[in-house]
């Protein structure tokens, strides 16, 4: 599946969007997923991710916007649960249009010519429900809704684009969840062979 750069980078930004709620994070030894930070949790944590994606044009921030910041991550999030394709598109369609999409050609920060869908002196929270939403709409258009997932591993619920090609990713990170999962089972297959 071939993805343009910026709809990737909006991909990616939705992804660490997602991750940064508290549900999305595996609990810590002992403690019950309610009790996980949020990785948004104040004005700070916002303008930090605003500054880690290299999001352009952002002005002084206030708690009005890190509410409407969570309020679109929690759409992209139902984005991500469903897997019926009109469902997402509905999802998909009101979130772009409620951030008031204006597209244009943009050429910025070292970046080459790509297209902005959110408005000159949109919100934080319009510019990311525009563009991520754009790039959204891109995996609904194309057939590819099975590609938003959430890892399998029963401690972890972070987000992911599987951009694998047989689509056969099922985990977020191969290095952390999948390798422990499959140390984890090859250990009980020892132990049951042993016993």
């Given at each position: 599946?071939l993805?343009?750069?910026?709809?990737?980078i909006?991909?990616?930004?939705?992804?660490?969007?997602?991750?940064t709620?508290?549900?999305?994070?595996?609990?810590?030894?002992?403690?019950?997923?309610?009790?996980?930070?949020?990785?948004?949790?104040?004005?700070?944590?916002?303008?930090?991710?605003?500054?880690?994606?290299?999001?352009?044009?952002?002005?002084?921030?206030?708690?009005?916007?890190?509410?409407?910041?969570?309020?679109?991550?929690?759409?992209?999030?139902e984005?991500?649960?469903?897997?019926?394709?009109?469902?997402?598109a509905?999802?998909?369609?009101?979130?772009?249009?409620?951030?008031?999409?204006?597209?244009?050609?943009?050429?910025?920060?070292?970046?080459?010519?790509?297209?902005?869908?959110?408005?000159?002196?949109?919100?934080?929270?319009?510019?990311?429900?525009?563009?991520?939403?754009?790039?959204?709409?891109?995996?609904?258009?194309?057939?590819?809704?099975?590609?938003?997932?959430?890892?399998?591993?029963?401690?972890?619920?972070?987000?992911?684009?599987?951009?694998?090609?047989?689509?056969?990713?099922?985990?977020?990170?191969?290095?952390?969840?999948?390798?422990?999962?499959?140390?984890?089972?090859?250990?009980?297959?020892?132990?049951?062979?042993?016993?």
């Amino acid at each position: 599946m071939l993805i343009p750069h910026d709809t990737r980078i909006a991909l990616d930004t939705v992804v660490e969007l997602l991750n940064t709620a508290p549900e999305s994070e595996p609990p810590a030894s002992g403690q019950p997923a309610a009790l996980q930070s949020d990785g948004l949790a104040d004005l700070a944590a916002l303008y930090d991710f605003a500054g880690r994606h290299r999001i352009s044009g952002v002005g002084e921030l206030d708690e009005k916007d890190l509410r409407a910041v969570r309020e679109v991550r929690t759409r992209f999030a139902e984005i991500f649960a469903t897997d019926d394709t009109k469902t997402a598109a509905a999802l998909v369609n009101a979130l772009v249009a409620a951030a008031g999409t204006t597209p244009q050609l943009s050429n910025h920060d070292g970046y080459d010519w790509h297209v902005h869908y959110f408005a000159p002196d949109a919100s934080i929270a319009d510019h990311f429900a525009a563009d991520c939403g754009m790039a959204l709409a891109f995996i609904v258009v194309t057939g590819e809704l099975e590609r938003l997932r959430r890892c399998e591993a029963p401690d972890c619920r972070y987000a992911f684009v599987d951009l694998s090609r047989n689509r056969s990713r099922r985990y977020c990170s191969s290095r952390t969840c999948g390798n422990r999962l499959h140390v984890a089972a090859y250990r009980a297959r020892r132990k049951e062979a042993a016993g």
